[in-house]
């Protein structure tokens, strides 16, 4: 009998806030629910790497008991946070069974306020 290991996912959640100055930030409402989801079904096969924006699903992985497999939580705000993560993770996994791309993400920094 071959020893088989389960699969290891990335799933991205949640969304992107860029900073306009020290006080304001450009963002939009979506909270990650369909990608904590998506890990939370895909933990039934092997191990998730959750990257999220939202702090309450942070704090429920923490607490524990949420999937069979485990979910390892991973926070970011901006884009380039989200980003950083990614090829971060991407590096120490570079044999991910598959990646769930469910982030609302914006690729630009804003230049500052008028």
Known sequence: MQNQTSPRF???AGSTHEAIDQV?????IFTGNTGFA??????????VDL??????HLQRLAAG????????GHG?????DLAARMD??????????????????ADYTPAGGF
């Open 51 to 56: 990257v999220t924006s939202n702090q309450q």
């Open 10 to 12: 990335l799933v991205c």
């Open 24 to 28: 304001r930030a450009w963002g939009n």
């Open 65 to 72: 008991g949420v999937s069979a497999h485990p979910i390892t």
């Open 88 to 105: 971060q993770l991407m590096g120490e996994h570079p044999d991910y069974g598959a990646v769930a791309m469910s982030a609302a993400v």
């Open 76 to 80: 970011f705000v901006s884009h380039a």
């Open 38 to 47: 998506v890990a939370r079904a895909l933990a039934a096969y092997g191990p």
